[in-house]
């Protein structure tokens, strides 16, 4: 078998694999392999093939791991405006209970809500920080 046939196909291999595990760094590996068949193609050493892979190869999991690594950490669903509609709109909150709760209507059905840790509860209107289950999170507004 030819070098190139064997690059291309644990390209291929690794491309299968980062499909089934949803792993990106497989795909940056599988370029090394592309880079390590392209240069069997240009008909250079095995040892050149092998070091052109492993150095485009490391390369690009280096890189998308820094920039995985800068970028901002994802909200937790219960948090995140864009996965639930419910967070960013406001509640009007009559009276508190001795326990920290409040029964309150919202979008036509009977809530629990309970403040953030540390925040007095007041009557008044109150904005959703968070869903927890059946129950809004809310700071005064």
């Known amino acids: 078998m030819d070098?190139?046939?064997a690059w291309w196909?644990?390209?291929?291999?690794?491309?299968?694999?980062?499909?089934?595990t949803g792993t990106f760094y497989?795909?940056?590996?599988?370029?090394?392999?592309?880079?390590?068949?392209?240069?069997?193609?240009?008909?250079?050493g095995t040892y050149a093939q092998i070091l052109a892979a492993a150095i485009l190869g490391a390369g690009a999991v280096l890189a998308c791991y820094l920039v995985r690594k800068?970028?901002?950490r994802r909200q937790p669903a219960s948090g995140n405006r864009d996965v639930n509609m419910d967070v960013g709109e406001t509640v009007m909150?009559?009276?508190?209970?001795?326990?920290?709760?409040?029964q309150v209507r919202y979008r036509g059905a009977a809530w629990t809500v309970?403040?953030?840790?540390g925040v007095l509860p007041q009557p008044g209107?109150?904005?959703v920080a968070e869903?927890?289950?059946n129950r809004l999170l809310v700071d005064k507004v």
């Open 3 to 5: 070098n190139s046939t």
């Open 9 to 20: 196909l644990l390209a291929g291999v690794l491309v299968i694999a980062e499909l089934l």
């Open 26 to 44: 497989l795909l940056m590996l599988a370029l090394g392999a592309i880079v390590g068949a392209l240069s069997a193609h240009l008909g250079q």
């Open 70 to 72: 800068r970028s901002p």
């Open 93 to 102: 909150v009559e009276q508190w209970n001795a326990d920290g709760s409040a």
């Open 114 to 117: 309970m403040g953030r840790p």
């Open 125 to 127: 209107l109150h904005r």
């Open 131 to 133: 869903v927890i289950g």
